[in-house]
């Protein structure tokens, strides 16, 4: 039962780790891009919520707006300052480097804005209960649900809409697509900011599930967004989204089976053999292999 | 139609095109061939916007499309295929066509049909431009699993898709089987038909002698000889830059 | 003596190359043509080694090469230049031809071709301040510096007016040696009967075919 | 010399070396999160050959590069057909397994009648070397300095000659480095293997200046920064990762007012910067411009 129990939990904390996952599948398999201040946005965007609590006076949901709004506009300034100028194919770790760069910046205004190291994050107030012997934390629940439907509206966009169309076929070949007449560096922008809608809805569920927050929330949302989006296959989103359960499920597991202080090095390990063995990941083999191919043009 | 003047490209002490003036008109197929590197491709990808000219203007319907940015230039009507062929290969046949559309002018829907692009009008027209290019029962395929022939015609397909008035085909025959290279030619002239107007840049003779109303030879970035298929076979001046020089003038297949 | 037997090659299910077969001595100079598309620059890539051949053998002085890297099959002295030149865009011409040189006797050979090439006022720039007929004998003399078996010349005169196109022409006539095997892909007929002594035509699915004397107008 | 000042510059020194480390790798085309497990791995074992072992400093920091250059090779060897994003990530993993062994490396020994050695997350304490020698901090820092001039003289040799270049090559365009008949995976892993050398070493340098150790210390947030450096400063010569250094640790840490805001400027300089600079502010072309400069000059 208590197998049961754990897998349960892992499932709902890893579709919060799903949305993480996603974000940076986005941007990694739209853009070929890593944002690193990511989890900096993240915390941004909460710590934006929290100081403005007392001010809007809107309660918990006040949080879940201001926390979505802030992440989407950190997200598009990053995109603006570290991602529009290294367009071009030689640019991804320049990218990756002035990304670093704000990521120190965020974490800066975020702490001057909470100046201390924990504060409380209110969340929705849902009963828990019990469904036979398996206990049911209300809260999570609805974040499993809201979950859930973000990735489908996600998909939605994706696959049925035309700006789902630009956007993949922006992934697939983007000079065709500028030449085509997609406006490629609007589309960029868009993706970031999807990222960052995403990012902050998972960035408010998971701090309402814990009850506060950390200056250490930022790094620790890019580990987990990156780890989920590598386990499932770099770029691929359907493999962010199963990345991001698995990743929730060897935590709780391995949390359970051998202690708290192995929870995080079981992840990593397991990523690390998953780039060894299987670099394309459990689903993005594909991206892998036309990049690889991609460097290998003569 | 299109215009060029004095058109001209340099990169870096490499004179591409050198001096270019051509004129299309209305309804005609109109061919640029000339031997490699002389610099048919380069005035393809500045008629679209991929080079900025150096120096030199190109008016389509009287408008300057050196002000348009590369990704505005289908707006402003003009369409082309590529040499190496590009499609997007993780979409399906359906979505790459869709991908390009652009409403005939004046029957222009509205944004919700155009944000789910699934008007059975719109569905009629594609399927019409799919049954076109032969593709009829392969509008759920993903384009990267086309044969090579299918694909070439998937891309002119895209191409129309946009309704242009100025459709590019650069080296539509390259690599095509003398069979391939017939059906091409139907289907150009098929086009030609229907009204559209076509810039065909082209070393196989087989088609552009057959396809083309006039046509322009270049070298070295210059036009050498202007004219119809007969002229220009009988030019002196070409027989000499071009079929003594080039590979083979016999359209790949000796 | 440097040959390719049996050459089989297919991308994602389709034949680009089947059975091509070909054997140079040293100091021959071929010319390979053929329509876009045929396989010509695949063929270049096995060749070289950066592309594996799904079957067939690669041979160099009874050596076989066929399953060796890249990096392999240049040290073996099976040299190459590429379509669009392609040079570093963090060093300067005259370091960049340096590392080509390892040997001093390539050093010495190297500073020769230099100084004949007129590249010796080009040595500091970058490659993408240098004029492409530059770069191309560049190139060139990156591949010769190290005396190779066989150096293979991808579309060399892309990009080159006719004038230019004699002067490398010339250039490579003159500077290629005894020992050295060419091969050059190419599309300009008049350049390539300049610099090859016979000329194979790619066609598709059918191999190389012998092109003689009829096309010399 | 004011003592704080003093340490500031020695700080400055010991992060030159994880800066450089990272710098080694990018040369090679490859971004490493990574480093600041070979400078930790350096400073346990240099910490443990001086403490625990007694021995000479000259060898507790030969061992700590040794340490450190194994574990990259280890790395390298692993991640031989990762590029890209694929390597950094892995570089990230292997740092924090190697962050968590030494989370859990416990071998406290009685020396001189004091418990000393690693012991779990609290560290390594009490390396007392630089008290047993009566180092004052500017001694250390002189022998800090020396030991990144000797580094950065084996390094201006290296750019000499053909092997960075070819590392260069490699990192730039390795199709063409195979042309020119150069192994690219040969020389990644010696360059990766080097890289670890350096970073041990300076991390041995930095436990004996710290007196103490602990797993925390060594971070991905220490190892990114270092890589912020070496991209910052440029890939084109190695004085760029130092002016890198200089930069951030030097200029904006030492203007006490800002600290609090340190990083706000920090951060968006380094990105407005690259925007303009995006290879950095010493790129390989200003070198190059630099030295023909200088040879035309001296001709």
Known sequence: MDMLQTSIDGLMIGSTYALLGLSFALVFGIMRRINLAFGACLLFGASLAIYLEPILGWGAWGLFVVTIVGVALASAYVERLCFAPHSKRHGAVTAMVASFAVWMQLDEISSQLLPQRTHAFQGIEVPNFWWGEIFVRGDQLLHFVIALVSILVLYLLLYKTRLGLLIRATADSPDTAHLLGARVPWLGFIIFLLAGILGGLAAFMILSADGYVTPLFGLWSTFKGLIAMIIGGVGSLMGAVIGGLILGLVETHAGAVLGAEFRDMVTFGLVFLVLIIRPGGLMGVKIYRTDSLAQERV | MLEVRNLVKHFGGVRAVDGLDFKIQQGEVFGLIGPNGSGKSTTVNLVCGVFAPTDGEILLDGIDLGAIAPHNRVDAGVARTFQNIRLFSELTVWQNLWVAWRDQPGQEQGWVSNWFGRSPARRQEIQKLLEFSGLGDKADHLAGNLAFGEQRRLELARAMASKPKLILLDEPAAGMNSAEIKDLCQRVLAMKEMGMTVLLVEHVMELVMNVTDRITVLNFGKPIAQGTPIEIQNNKLVQEAYFGSAENAHGGVS | MYSLQGIGKSFGGIDVLRDISLTLKPGQRLGITGANGVGKSTLINIATGFLKPDSGHIQLNNKTLTHQPAWAFAQAGIQRTFQNTRFLTTANLGEQLLLAARAPESKRRLTKLIELSGLQASLHLFPDEIPLPMLRKAEVIRGLAASPEVLFLDEPSAGLTTFELDQFGVFLQQNLGQKTALVVVEHRFDFMLMITDSVVEMQLNRGLVKRGADVKT | ?299
């Open chain 4, 1 to 299: 010399m004011d003592m704080y000042l003093a340490s500031v510059l020695t700080n400055m020194t010991l992060i030159a070396f994880l800066a450089l480390s990272a710098y080694l790798v990018l040369v090679v085309g490859e971004v490493s999160f990574g480093q600041q497990a070979f400078f930790g791995i350096g400073a346990y074992i240099t910490a443990s050959a001086t403490a625990l072992a007694g021995a000479h400093i000259f060898w507790g920091l030969l061992a700590g590069a040794i340490g450190g250059a194994s574990c990259a090779l280890l790395l390298g060897l692993l991640t031989i057909r990762l590029s890209g994003i694929y390597f950094a990530i892995s570089t990230l993993c292997f740092a924090e397994l190697l962050r968590f062994f030494l989370l859990h490396l416990r071998f406290t020994q009685s020396v001189d009648g004091r418990i000393i050695g690693p012991d779990g997350p609290e560290g390594f304490s009490n390396i007392r070397w630089i008290f047993e020698n009566h180092y004052q901090v500017t001694d250390f820092l002189l022998l800090a300095v020396t030991c990144l001039i000797i580094l950065l003289i084996v390094l201006f040799s290296l750019e000499r000659s053909p092997i960075m270049l070819g590392a260069r090559m490699v990192g730039n365009d390795p199709i063409l480095a195979q042309s020119q008949g150069l192994n690219p995976t040969r020389y990644r892993l010696s360059f990766i293997t080097l890289s670890g050398a350096v970073a041990g070493f300076g991390g041995g340098l930095f436990a004996l200046f710290n007196t103490h150790i602990e797993p925390a210390m060594f971070g991905v947030m220490l190892g990114i920064h270092g890589l912020a450096y070496a991209v910052i400063g440029g890939l084109g010569s190695a004085v760029g990762p130092l002016l890198g250094v200089f930069l951030d640790i030097g200029l904006l840490e030492s203007i006490r007012p800002l600290a609090a805001y340190r990083m706000i400027i920090f951060g968006g300089l380094v990105a407005f910067l690259l925007v303009f600079r995006p290879e950095g502010i010493i790129s390989p072309r200003l070198v190059s411009r630099l030295k023909s400069r200088w040879r035309n000059r001296h001709v």
